[in-house]
């Protein structure tokens, strides 16, 4: 296991350095930082022009993106961060920011989600075929099928409009982390903010969860070594949860994991809705600036935290399942 995690680190080097120049390629074109530059500081010369791309290598050319890169990496590595086009602002604090917010979120909406869902979909698959099976399948595929940005809609016009033509005030915030103007911590306060974030992004969780378990643990539950187990007269609760329940969430616990790992990344439609300052409403707020010096760090953070975590569920189902030689 040891050296199988230590091939996995050794190789993640070399994937994240061809990830992210392709990716840093990518953002180059897409967004031209020295157009962008030059959009912001419309009185700039040919002289600071030149001087911004030699600064921060933009150069032209197949190996000029190559050289540029390296330059790129080496700034990125020690921490010499170029300043975001708009504004120059130093990028790390925005970004330290955005990722604790994304992550308080995400955790949390993703704890909440996957709990949820796995003990729906254990009820439902303990009686196949049975009403509470097809409720749990009907509301799970409504889940589906209903968009998020519908979902945080429906919620904000009931809790805040609807909520306060009734009593006068809204039961729960609609934007924000904090009411514009407050200052210092005020765990109270975040968590009513989160309230409806968290459910719209629970909401999905809940509907792929409730679906994935179910249809894992009726497989488990119909196999023969656990008619084999029964007919040994273990009763039904001890083979269920230390035979099948640990089989059954082999699958799920690998998409746990990789969708934490998204976490990283924000949940833009949401955060977009409820204006919540996390990683994705700062990637659309640079990507619509063209700040290449803030889109590229968001970028390595989030291929980071997705390639950690595949082998994090690697990792799990070895752990889930003592079969598996990963070495």
């Given at each position: 296991m040891l050296?199988?995690?230590?091939?996995?680190?050794?190789?993640?080097?070399?994937?994240?350095?061809?990830?992210?120049?392709?990716?840093?390629?990518?953002?180059?074109?897409?967004?031209?930082?020295?157009?962008?530059?030059?959009?912001?500081?419309?009185?700039a010369t040919r002289e600071q022009l030149e001087r911004y791309r030699?600064?921060?290598?933009?150069?032209?050319?197949?190996?000029?993106?190559?050289?540029?890169?390296?330059?790129?990496?080496?700034?990125?590595?020690?921490?010499?961060?170029?300043?975001?086009?708009?504004?120059?602002r130093e990028v790390w604090p925005n970004l330290k920011d955005a990722l604790a917010n994304s992550l308080r979120l995400g955790i949390v909406a993703s704890a909440v989600g996957i709990?949820?869902?796995?003990?729906?979909?254990v009820f439902a698959a303990l009686r196949p075929g049975r009403l509470r099976d097809t409720s749990v399948n009907s509301a799970a595929l409504i889940g589906l099928a209903v968009p998020p940005f519908v979902t945080a809609l429906l919620l904000q016009?009931?809790?805040?409009?609807?909520?306060?033509?009734?009593?006068?005030?809204?039961?729960?915030?609609?934007?924000?982390?904090?009411?514009?103007?407050?200052?210092?911590?005020?765990?109270?306060?975040?968590?009513?903010?989160?309230?409806?974030?968290?459910?719209?992004?629970?909401?999905?969780s809940m509907a792929v969860y409730a679906r994935y378990m179910r249809s894992s643990l009726l497989d488990v539950l119909n196999s023969d070594y656990m008619r084999?187990?029964?007919?040994?007269?273990?009763?039904?609760?001890?083979?269920?949860?230390?035979?099948?329940?640990?089989?059954?969430?082999?699958?799920?616990?690998?998409?746990?994991?990789?969708?934490?790992?998204?976490?990283?990344?924000?949940?833009?439609?949401?955060?977009g809705i409820f204006e919540y300052p996390g990683m994705g409403k700062f990637f659309l707020t640079a990507y619509s600036n063209g700040d290449?010096?803030?889109?590229?760090?968001?970028?390595?953070?989030i291929i980071f935290s997705v390639v950690l975590f595949n082998l994090f569920a690697d990792i799990a189902y070895a752990v889930l399942d003592p079969r598996i030689a990963l070495d």
């Amino acid at each position: 296991m040891l050296r199988y995690i230590a091939r996995r680190f050794v190789w993640m080097i070399p994937t994240l350095l061809l990830v992210t120049f392709l990716v840093y390629c990518a953002i180059r074109i897409g967004t031209d930082p020295v157009a962008s530059y030059k959009r912001v500081n419309i009185r700039a010369t040919r002289e600071q022009l030149e001087r911004y791309r030699s600064h921060n290598g933009l150069y032209e050319g197949a190996f000029g993106y190559v050289r540029g890169y390296f330059q790129w990496l080496g700034g990125f590595l020690s921490f010499d961060w170029p300043r975001s086009i708009k504004g120059q602002r130093e990028v790390w604090p925005n970004l330290k920011d955005a990722l604790a917010n994304s992550l308080r979120l995400g955790i949390v909406a993703s704890a909440v989600g996957i709990l949820v869902g796995i003990l729906m979909g254990v009820f439902a698959a303990l009686r196949p075929g049975r009403l509470r099976d097809t409720s749990v399948n009907s509301a799970a595929l409504i889940g589906l099928a209903v968009p998020p940005f519908v979902t945080a809609l429906l919620l904000q016009l009931f809790f805040a409009v609807q909520w306060q033509t009734w009593f006068g005030k809204s039961l729960f915030p609609t934007s924000g982390v904090y009411p514009p103007g407050h200052s210092g911590f005020d765990l109270v306060l975040m968590a009513k903010h989160m309230v409806l974030p968290v459910v719209v992004v629970a909401i999905q969780s809940m509907a792929v969860y409730a679906r994935y378990m179910r249809s894992s643990l009726l497989d488990v539950l119909n196999s023969d070594y656990m008619r084999t187990a029964r007919s040994k007269g273990i009763s039904d609760r001890r083979v269920l949860v230390r035979h099948g329940l640990r089989n059954a969430l082999i699958p799920v616990t690998t998409l746990a994991f990789l969708d934490v790992g998204s976490i990283v990344g924000g949940l833009i439609i949401t955060e977009g809705i409820f204006e919540y300052p996390g990683m994705g409403k700062f990637f659309l707020t640079a990507y619509s600036n063209g700040d290449f010096p803030e889109l590229m760090p968001w970028m390595v953070l989030i291929i980071f935290s997705v390639v950690l975590f595949n082998l994090f569920a690697d990792i799990a189902y070895a752990v889930l399942d003592p079969r598996i030689a990963l070495d």
